[in-house]
Structure formats: C-alpha cells, structure tokens
C-alpha cells in the first residue's frame, strides 16, 4: 500500500495517477483516495474544533451554575455538541475505512526503467542464455520469441513430452493423485522423486554461501498476515482457506514478508537475505484450462524463494543481484532461458518492476516462466509495519523477491531439454552429485 502522504502532496499525487495510468488502469481508485482522504481530515479537524468549543461551553457552564446564573441555554448548545461530535467521529471512522479501501486498489509506483506497454507480446526481452534444441516446426517461432539472438540446434528427432515420458519410465502417477486428492495433483517416484529433492537442495546450497539465511517456512498463515503480505484478490483466485482465519500460503513469499511484522529492524542489520523454502499450494482459479496435463501446473508445488529487506536506496543492486543468482543456477543447470521485463500493464500491484526468467521448452515449442523477481519498494513492508531507525526517525525498509526455482515445474524443462532420442534423461553434471545417477 503506498504511504498517504503521497496522496497529499500534488506532484507526488500526479506521480501516482500517471503511474496508474501507465499500468493502463482507470484512475478511480487514487482519486477515490485522496478524496476521502480529505474529507477524513476535514471530518478530524471540525471534530477537534467542536470538542474545543464543548470545552470551552463546560468551562463557562461551570462557572455560570456558580453564581447560579441560568445555565439552559448552555446546556442545549452542550447536547447538541455532542451529537455533532459524535456524528463526525462516526464520519472519521466512514471516511478512513474508504480511504483505506481505495488506497488498497491502488499499484505501486512504477520503477523508473519498467517498459510502459501492455500485452506479454510487449514485453521486453532484456537477454538470452544457452543453446535451444528447436523442432523444426518450431524454427520461425523460436527466432521471433527469441528476437533471433539465441543459439540453436535443430532436432532431428520428435522429443517426447513430460507427460508421456513420465508415464512410460514409471517417474510419476498422476491418476492415482486425482483418485486420492483431485486433478492437478500427483506422487513423483523414483529418480525423478530424488531429482526433485535434489535440485532443491541444489539451489538452496548456492544461496547460502552467497550470504543467504535458509529457512523452511511453515505452510499456514493467519489471516491478519497473509492479509497484509499478498493482494486481495490472492484470496480468491489463489489461496486455500484451512480453518476460520488461516489460510494455506502460494509462497514461501508470504510468510518471509511477515517475517518482522511490527518490528523495528537496526539499520545496520540490512540488507538481510533470506532463503526460503516451502511448500506451496495454489488453486489456480484463474487458469483452469491451462496446462492441465502433467505436472507443470499443480496446486502443490515446493519453491525456493529469495527474500531481501533492505535499505530504499539498495533496492535496484539488490535486485539486480538476486536476478543474476537466479541466472547462475540455471545456468549452472544448462537450461536455455530468456530474461523478460514485464511491461507495465502486465504487473501485479505490489511490483514496482518485475523480470521473469522463460526456459526453452523444446516439446511445447515456447519460452515457459521458470521463476520471477520483484522490486515492491515499501508496499509491502507498509502494511505489515515493518520500520528500521535512523538518527531518532523510523522509516519503512524496502523489500524484494525472487523464485530461484520451483520444483516439479522445473523438473519438465529437465525432461524438455535433457532427454535424447532414446528417450534417456541425461541429469545435469552439477545435480549428479546429489542424485547419485547421471540419467534416467
């Protein structure tokens, strides 16, 4: 949520709706905002001048019924006070609620450099990484996704898809998991169970010695959290709710955003990294007839998360760090990727700037979103309350995030993109020592 007094102050105020404007959204909510914003403090200023005057009317009331001078007409004015006092307080509590409604609807100022477009097909595509294995199918529409910067090797034979590969080397049940649990879940076995783990493991070594605190989260978050970590339409389209006020988390995010909720962090503890793993759980509403084969899209998944507070002015290195760190690793495992900067039109609330990181998938023949990260500034940690101190004066610290990888999404890039034409899934060098076998 953006701090009020931006609100207030004209040239920011004007920032804010050319902001909502650039993410081509209607400028209702911020205008809707600050107007009751200005009726709360008008509403608060009448309520301390009628409670001055009905002071200023018990003071002379008092000294009148000394002297035993007619007070009646004092007391009238008194009630009649009272009701007015009463009904601004009850406007005051009206007003600030609306604010507060709007303000909620209302983006993050958007960082100076995001692209202003709307549409993926607008995105920009900031780099390349690696060599694609590109069905000939798929040759014209690789070099458009890929501004034909990319490196590339034509298949000459069909490569299968996770799904069908998947199925035939016994590496997960998907029917038995929608007996037991519904559809979009599943039971990994075998090699592919031990890839998973490992590959998790994998991530999280290279964070920690990057500098990063590990922390395994806990799966429930109270509803006074989640409410002040995630966007309100989280709720619907994503959340599980588990009892009266918890709620399942989509992101080892959430819980590491309420990490410090209502603390004061010294300054010279920032920036703290932390790396979270979780598991995670989605409903995916909004995406019912996506990717409903497989295991790409799941409403169970485990994901390790980069998560940063740290000072307004490291915002920018920082992130710029934890993009590259998500980089090296699929780097690390040989996975062909492009960077993309989301347009401005394509971004969530919270996210002042956003890149996500797309794998090569050879089967589907397009980029897939492998994993993201998010500059939020303060709109965060604003409601969650979460302040560091500097020469006597608190200010609210910054945040960021970043999905180093999430498993078993990134398991089919693994099956796209190191099976041969035997249909043998070669493991990547640097996951060879966690697995303990070189091929599926």
């Known amino acids: 949520m953006l701090d009020i007094t931006l609100f207030r102050d004209e040239k920011k105020y004007l920032e804010i709706l050319k902001s909502e404007k650039n993410r081509f959204k209607d400028t209702k909510n911020a205008e809707e905002t600050k107007k009751y914003d200005d009726l709360w403090k008008k509403a608060k200023n009448d309520c301390e001048l009628k409670k001055a005057e009905k002071n200023k009317i018990t003071k002379e009331t008092a000294e009148k019924a000394k002297v035993k001078e007619n007070i009646e007409d004092l007391k009238i004015k008194s009630k009649q006070l009272d009701a007015e006092i009463k009904d601004l307080e009850k406007k005051q509590v009206e007003y600030l609620e609306l604010r507060d409604k709007f303000r909620s609807e209302v983006g993050n100022l958007l960082w100076h450099n995001t692209t202003i477009a709307q549409g993926e097909e607008n995105s920009k595509i900031l780099k390349t990484w690696g060599t694609a294995k590109v069905q000939k199918k798929d040759l014209e529409n690789f070099k458009k996704l890929s501004n034909n910067k990319m490196k590339f090797e034509q298949l000459n034979y069909d490569p299968k898809s996770h799904v069908d590969l998947g199925l035939e080397k016994d590496l997960f049940d998907l029917e038995r998991a929608a007996k037991i649990s519904g559809s979009r879940f599943y039971f990994l076995k075998n090699k592919l169970a031990i890839l998973h783990l490992s590959i998790l493991r994998f991530a999280i070594d290279k964070l920690m010695k990057k500098g990063f605190n590990f922390m395994y989260t806990p799966f429930i978050v109270n509803k006074d959290a989640i409410e002040k970590a995630a966007e309100l339409a989280d709720f619907e389209e994503t959340l599980y709710k588990v009892g009266e006020d918890q709620f399942l988390i989509a992101t080892a995010e959430q819980t590491l955003a309420a990490f410090y909720m209502d603390e004061i ?83 969530n609330n919270t996210a002042a700037k956003k890149i996500d990181l797309e794998a ?39 945040s960021l995030n970043c999905t180093t990888l999430a498993s078993p999404r990134i398991l089919t890039a693994l099956i796209e993109n190191f099976q041969d034409e035997k249909g043998i899934i070669h493991i990547p060098k640097v996951l060879q020592s966690y697995t303990g076998f070189k091929e599926i």
């Open 265 to 347: 962090i010294p300054k010279d503890a920032l920036p703290i990294r932390f790396a979270g793993l979780s598991s995670c759980f989605r409903k995916e509403a909004g995406s019912r007839s996506k990717d409903t084969r497989g295991i790409f899209r799941v409403h169970q998944f485990d994901k390790v998360e980069q998560y940063v507070f740290c000072l307004p002015e490291d915002s920018e290195k920082i992130h710029a760090e934890m993009i590259t760190n998500e980089e090296e690793i699929i780097q690390d495992l040989e996975i062909p990727y492009r960077l993309i900067d989301i347009c401005s039109g394509d971004l």
């Open 360 to 398: 090569w998938m050879p089967v589907q023949g397009t980029f897939r979103e492998l994993g993201s990260g998010s500059i939020t500034t303060d709109f965060q940690t604003r409601k969650l309350n979460i302040k560091y101190e500097d020469k006597n004066e608190k200010f609210v610290v910054h």
